[in-house]
């Protein structure tokens, strides 16, 4: 019988079926025996042969399955280790090959996503002509350049009739926000300009409020320019003046619209405005002065508690609002006695939940440590406190003992947009301005976490919270298509938004603004006002 299976073995062989023969010939019998073992030799070389063939054909699998049963029959010997390194040489070139095609497809992706065609396309030529993922990525980037050259002719349409706005949808919807060179990059340079003109213009001829609307339209364009820096600071200081002459402190109103004045010389509207409020500072200091003054406090706590109940209340003193002066202690007032907590967390379905700090100063340090800082992390509590102040526009960041920011040990330092303050090497924070035309901040814990793991972004409230598709919004969620803007007034949260706002299901009250452990809905955008537990 086993002279029998050498010879199907050794048929097999001479027939060509290898993989046959194998199954005999890996028996331990068959390969003891002397006619066996010659059998096993001349199929070990038949495996080395086709093999080498496998190889030759960049049929690698084949190659290195036929390399290991040559060195179960022969062993690894001389000619069987070569093949082996031949071929796991061959697969690892061919791995590096996918890998660089990958790379090479997604880095063509990436222009074509960035409005760059033909950087894309010129990648994409040096493609291999059988790599099938950069073949469709050609179909797409021919589609693209068909999409691209339709939307770019609607956009200098609407250039031709000063329609900025729809010319901005429209290079929006082709995706070449980004672009430099070429038709779309010549276009967007063109929308810049005049778009800057427009803005300025509006500044200029005292509408703030257009120049602000066009602004936030203009954001995903916008790009780093000074011109349209200086004009976001122009505007900034504008709406901080009109804040505090709201609430009662034209004092502080002045040095920022001198500043426009300075920054504009042309907006004639600031001299008129200037002495107004010159005027309304030095009246309201003169019956603060005077026997009035004594009285005006309690008229206004009086008329507030009024307005609030169907019964008037009884007076409630209230200090009278003072001027902005110079220094720390006058803008870094934390105390909150409204109904709207000091803190409280924005809990958005779909987008995530965010702490919020009505202060102008938020203190951030571990938990346990003794000093209680605002923002306890959950971290090693011998690290240190620190402190972020906003001071008009500026925010600093302050710490007894050194802390790295950026790398650097610092003290004091005054904080810029991306800016990473590190307590330690694993317990970093983010720091965020995403409108420049905003007092608004946004922390980033990096390597830090709250005792709440939900909640990763902290909002530093200035004048308002914005929140929708935009990157200078300070929440950006692609959920919305249009801007919705949360600010406080009167000590209320409100928003402003194009769509109706309910609060469990009822319309909103604007003397009572968005209420807290409420359901609210805006549009599509579902969420809840909650109260933060540290």
Avoid at 109 to 126: C, F, N, P, T
Avoid at 188 to 208: D, F, H, M, S, Y
Avoid at 424 to 435: D, Q, T, Y
Wanted: a neutral charge; aromatic letters at 2%.
């Amino acid at each position: 019988m086993l002279i029998l299976r050498i010879k199907q073995a050794e048929c097999a062989l001479a027939d060509g079926r290898l993989d046959e023969a194998f199954e005999i010939a890996k028996a331990e019998d068959v390969r003891h025996h002397r006619h066996g073992q010659r059998l096993v030799g001349r199929l070990a070389r038949a495996y080395l042969q086709r093999a080498r063939q496998a190889l030759e054909g960049n049929r690698l699998d084949l190659a290195l399955a036929d390399c290991n049963k040559a060195e179960k029959l022969a062993g690894n010997s001389d000619d069987v280790a070569q093949l082996r390194e031949a071929v796991c040489r061959a697969i690892v070139e061919r791995q590096q090959g996918h890998e660089q095609d990958a790379l090479r497809v997604a880095q063509a992706r990436e222009r074509i996503a960035d409005g760059g065609h033909s950087v894309g396309g010129q990648i994409l030529a040096e493609a291999n002509p059988g790599d099938a993922q950069a073949e469709l990525l050609k179909q797409e980037l021919a589609a693209a350049r068909l999409h691209t050259e339709d939307a770019v002719a609607k956009a200098e349409e609407a250039l031709k009739r000063s329609d900025i706005v729809a010319a901005v949808d429209f290079i929006r919807a082709a995706g070449v926000v980004k672009a430099r060179n070429g038709r779309a990059g010549e276009l967007l340079g063109r929308i810049r300009k005049l778009a800057g003109e427009q803005v300025q213009a509006g500044l200029e001829q005292g509408r703030i409020d257009r120049a602000q609307l066009l602004l936030q339209r203009l954001a995903p364009l916008d790009g780093d320019s000074p011109e349209m820096t200086e004009l976001r600071r122009a505007l900034t200081h504008c709406h901080q003046a009109a804040e505090l002459v709201a609430a009662g402190q034209p004092g502080g109103a002045l040095p920022l619209l001198r500043k426009v004045k300075a920054m504009y010389p042309s907006a004639r509207w600031l001299d008129k405005a200037i002495g107004d409020v010159k005027q309304a500072a030095e009246a309201l200091e003169e019956l603060d002065a005077g026997p009035l003054g004594l009285s005006i406090a309690d008229a206004a706590g009086s008329r507030e508690q009024t307005m609030e109940g169907d019964e008037p209340a009884a007076p409630a003193r209230q200090e009278l609002p003072r001027p902005i002066v110079r220094g720390m202690d006058a803008r870094m007032d934390n105390r909150d006695t409204s109904p709207l907590p000091s803190e409280f967390v924005m809990q958005m379905d779909g987008i995530g939940s965010y702490l919020v700090f009505r202060g102008a100063r938020v203190t951030i340090g571990p938990i346990s440590s003794s000093a209680r800082p605002t923002l306890g992390l959950m971290a090693e509590p011998n690290l240190p406190v620190v402190s972020i102040e906003r001071v008009d526009a500026d925010y600093f960041v302050r710490s007894q003992s050194a802390v790295q920011v950026n790398g650097e040990s610092v003290t004091e330092k005054l904080l810029a947009d991306g800016d990473t303050i590190a307590l330690s090497p694993r317990c970093r924070l983010r720091f965020r301005l995403p409108n420049p035309a905003s007092t608004t901040a946004l922390l980033l814990l990096s390597g830090a976490r709250l005792g709440r793991p939900d909640i990763r972004h902290i909002l530093l409230m200035g004048r308002d919270i914005l929140v929708g598709p935009y990157t200078n919004h300070h929440v950006q969620t692609e959920h919305l298509e249009d801007t919705i803007t949360f600010f406080e007034q009167n000590d209320r949260l409100l928003c402003r938004a194009s769509q109706p706002v309910t609060i469990d299901n009822r319309p909103m009250q604007p003397e009572k603004g968005l209420t807290m452990d409420q359901p609210i809905r805006i549009g599509k955008l579902s969420m809840v006002l909650a109260r933060f537990h540290a």
